[in-house]
């Protein structure tokens, strides 16, 4: 099993940055992709970003490009994902997610673990 733990949101003004964080535990060995989601009151989770866990591929959905940053310490297992320019669109609920196929993937449902979610609120 893999523990994620995501941490970093909050209330922030249109035009702001916030970076998330997500920290990974246990079986870490069997994670190929970390992803980041998001879920906004009455919409489907949708794909923000996603990094190789061992460094090197990553890709980003067409809204979030330019904006947003993923990127990993492999020293302390984390995730994190710099959010700049913020929207108030951006706002939702973001969520971590672990991949241990080895297809990188922007569907939820291929990702086997996740985490619990942290808030992201853009005022404008």
């Known amino acids: 099993q893999v523990q994620l733990v995501e941490s970093g949101g909050g209330l922030v003004q249109a035009g702001g940055s916030l970076r998330l964080s997500c920290a990974a535990s246990?079986?870490?060995?069997?994670?190929?992709?970390m992803g980041w989601f998001r879920q906004a009151p009455g919409k489907e989770r949708e794909f923000v970003a996603v990094?190789?866990?061992?460094?090197?591929?990553?890709e980003y959905a067409d809204s979030v490009k330019g904006r947003f940053t993923i990127s990993r310490d492999s020293a302390k297992n984390t995730v994190y994902l710099q959010m700049n320019s913020l929207k108030p669109e951006d706002t939702a609920i973001y969520y971590c997610?672990?991949?241990?196929?080895?297809?990188?993937?922007?569907?939820?449902?291929?990702?086997?673990?996740w985490g619990q979610g942290t808030q992201v609120t853009v005022s404008s």
């Open positions: 997610a672990a991949e241990r196929s080895l297809s990188l993937s922007t569907i939820p449902g291929t990702y086997n673990y």
């Open positions: 246990g079986r870490t060995f069997s994670i190929y992709y």
């Open positions: 990094s190789k866990w061992s460094g090197g591929r990553t």
